[in-house]
């Protein structure tokens, strides 16, 4: 099997974190979608939404890191804990995935876009007012994590940690790419995030290598301009 992969990217990161906490034999093709990788013949052939990530196993092409990472727990002889086969459990995860896109992943990198990706796109300042705006959104976002989500139980979908966590928690560690911690005002997320870091070992710090050591915003500028203009619409309030 192969993924197709840049670990700068929020949910490359959470697939390759279930690939190797869970030792799933695999091979990694980085794609830097920074020098436009993503955009060669080759890879649209592959993935014509041009997207990272991609799975290929065995002939079969599988996009989108939901599908991926779930595809994945159920395919393999992984622990059940991350994709639970009980009904109802499972019925938790899928709970939380599908809100994670309108929600963790469009806020969190709404802030992140509007901090490091659009003013190197524009070759403008930061938006102060948007960037608030944002902001605001991101702590509702947050405050539902705890309230909601994280009530009364240690991870967010039960007990044990599942592909929801991976996918929440590579999305709420990428503005740290810009030197901003979000979950500093909220010790609920942070002592969750202790523990997602424990549960993983070090595949987590394997995947934010690149991120932590917070490479040159040139790097950063690989998002198209339909990516950026999409994640810059979702979930605006102006
Ligand atoms: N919903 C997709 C999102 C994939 C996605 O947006 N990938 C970004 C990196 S985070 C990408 O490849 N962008 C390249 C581009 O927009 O040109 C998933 O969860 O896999």
């Not at 599942?162 to 500093?184: F, H, N, S």
Request: aromatic fraction near 8%; proline fraction near 5%.
């Amino acid at each position: 099997m192969v993924v197709y992969l840049d670990l700068l990217s929020q949910p490359c990161r959470a697939v390759y974190i279930l690939l190797t906490c869970t030792k799933i034999p695999h091979k990694v093709h980085a794609v830097a979608l920074r020098k436009g990788e993503h955009r060669t013949p080759e890879f649209t052939n592959m993935n014509l939404m041009q997207k990272v990530p991609v799975l290929v196993d065995s002939g079969f092409i599988l996009t989108e890191s939901d599908a991926i990472l779930k595809y994945l727990a159920t395919q393999y002889d992984v622990p059940e804990h991350w994709y639970p086969r009980q009904p109802q459990q499972r019925a938790r995860v899928d709970e939380y995935t599908a809100w994670h896109h309108t929600n963790t992943r469009a806020h969190a990198a709404k802030v992140f876009i509007l901090e490091v990706l659009l003013p190197r796109h524009m070759g403008s300042a930061v938006d102060k007012v948007a960037l608030n705006n944002a902001l605001s959104n991101l702590k509702n976002t947050l405050d539902k994590l705890e309230t909601m989500f994280l009530r009364r139980q240690p991870f967010l979908c039960g007990d044990d940690i599942t592909v929801a966590d991976l996918l929440a928690i590579c999305e709420l560690m990428q503005p740290l790419g810009a030197g901003r911690d979000i979950l500093k005002d909220h010790p609920q997320l942070q002592r969750w995030r202790s523990r997602v870091q424990s549960a993983v070992g070090k595949s987590f710090d394997e995947a934010h290598h690149q991120l932590i050591l917070q490479p040159p915003v040139s790097q950063w500028c690989w998002a198209s301009k339909v990516t950026v203009d999409y994640l810059y619409g979702l979930g605006s309030t102006h």
